[in-house]
């Protein structure tokens, strides 16, 4: 689950501390500032030469290098280094720009909104493996511009690499052959169709990512929380102890776990906006080197928003985000909905209820009136909601 609340398409730093203010100095000379500014701007190119080099992950280009020169200095190939780094033109490169060597460790740089589990899922690696490696005293507190060296990345242990950024002129098929697999296997990594028209600077996934199925129109799920019963579920989704036990199959009804998903009777995952419009616009970019976790549904401004399945809402306010509500639903997930124009209902919800009306809020203020939705399983994974939505709104 993202960490902060203001996070979706959001879009802050995940704990940046706020500071106070501090007096300002008196102002310099226009030529005291330019060699203040050339000083700082020489230190902080040997910090991050320094750090490429500690960390043996990134080469800096200086004027004169090649992609060969960079190769053989790393005792490498020109197809692989334009391979890690997603290098659409081999002969192309700039000075300054920072190229990933492979099989190294990375360097990530944390960009506003990041978060140690996006970042761990996008390399392949794991929260822990990059709190070690960088010492980290705390998960959640990292900041904008932060350098953080995540171990063994460079070859995902040998596997294929996680992402391809899509290039002009590339489609499904071109992109399956050049990662050796088939057009269905990176459609389906990616919850789109065979058929899908892809953008160029879309983040597609080459593995299989984390997935859900909706349940059927006749049955909805449950996970148990602590302190349910089975008479408690039975009223709440209106139906009888016997009808829960025949759905679920239990031998005894009065041993039910916390964390189990029990099959109830109820309605199936509805759409978030009747009658909005969408495309699958998962994987678009972002600023920040970010990219779009959710799909926007465009719809009227005012238009209704409703609870996609029953659960819990809070309502969220933020600068970002806007006016957000945040679903933590009975089948175990979290559905989010971001820049709406008003709040709806609050507290324990059917799906159905109404939860706010689509909008512009926040830093969508001035756009095309939409609800930016996400889906969020096992607590920290986001999903493309693509699947679903065409399942319940056309």
């Not at 330019?34 to 080469?59: D, E, K, Q, Y």
């Not at 290098?65 to 053989?72: G, K």
């Not at 029953?310 to 089948?331: A, C, H, K």
Request: proline share 7%; charged share 15%.
């Amino acid at each position: 689950m993202p960490a902060l609340k203001d996070a979706p398409d959001g879009e802050i730093a995940a704990g940046a501390p706020d500071h106070a203010p501090t007096p300002e100095p008196e102002p310099a000379s226009p030529r005291t500032t330019l060699r203040r500014g050339a000083r700082a701007a020489f230190a902080f190119a040997i910090l991050v030469l320094s750090v490429a080099i500690s960390a043996g992950a990134v080469h800096v280009v200086t004027p004169g290098e090649s992609l060969a020169v960079i190769a053989a200095k790393h005792n490498t190939t020109v197809a692989a280094l334009a391979e890690t780094n997603s290098l659409a033109n081999p002969d192309l490169i700039l000075v300054g720009q920072q190229l990933t060597i492979p099989g190294s460790e990375r360097v990530h740089v944390v960009a506003r909104g990041d978060s140690v589990g996006e970042i761990a899922r996008t390399y392949g690696s794991s929260v822990a493996a990059i709190v070690n490696a960088n010492g980290l005293r705390n998960a959640n507190l990292i900041k904008i511009g932060q350098q953080l060296v995540i171990p063994g990345s460079g070859t995902n242990g040998g596997a294929a690499p996680l992402y391809h950024l899509v290039q002009r002129g590339e489609s499904l098929a071109t992109i399956a052959a050049k990662h050796g697999m088939s057009v269905e296997a990176l459609a389906a990594a990616n919850g789109i169709r065979t058929n899908s028209v892809i953008y160029e600077g879309t983040r597609l996934r080459l593995s299989p990512g984390p997935s859900y199925d909706a349940p059927a129109a006749s049955s909805a799920m449950h996970v148990v929380a602590a302190g349910e019963s089975l008479g408690e579920l039975a009223a709440r989704y209106d139906t009888t102890i016997s009808r829960l036990v025949e759905l679920n199959s239990l031998p005894n009804p009065n041993l039910i776990r916390i964390g189990q998903r029990l099959v109830v009777p109820g309605g199936a995952f509805q759409c978030p906006v009747p009658g909005g419009s969408f495309f699958n616009d998962w994987g678009f970019p972002r600023s920040g080197g970010r990219f779009h976790q959710g799909n926007d549904i465009f719809a009227s401004n005012g238009s209704q928003v409703v609870a996609p399945v029953s659960g819990r809402v809070e309502q969220i306010s933020g600068t970002r985000g806007g006016l957000q509500f945040w679903l933590y639903g009975d089948d175990g997930n979290l559905y989010i909905g971001t820049h709406m124009s008003s709040f709806g209902a609050t507290g324990r919800v059917s799906a159905g209820t109404v939860v706010g009306g689509v909008g512009d809020s926040g830093n969508a203020r001035g756009s095309r009136p939409h609800l930016h939705f996400e889906v969020v399983i096992n607590g920290e994974d986001n999903i493309n909601p693509y699947p679903l939505l065409v399942a319940a709104c056309r």
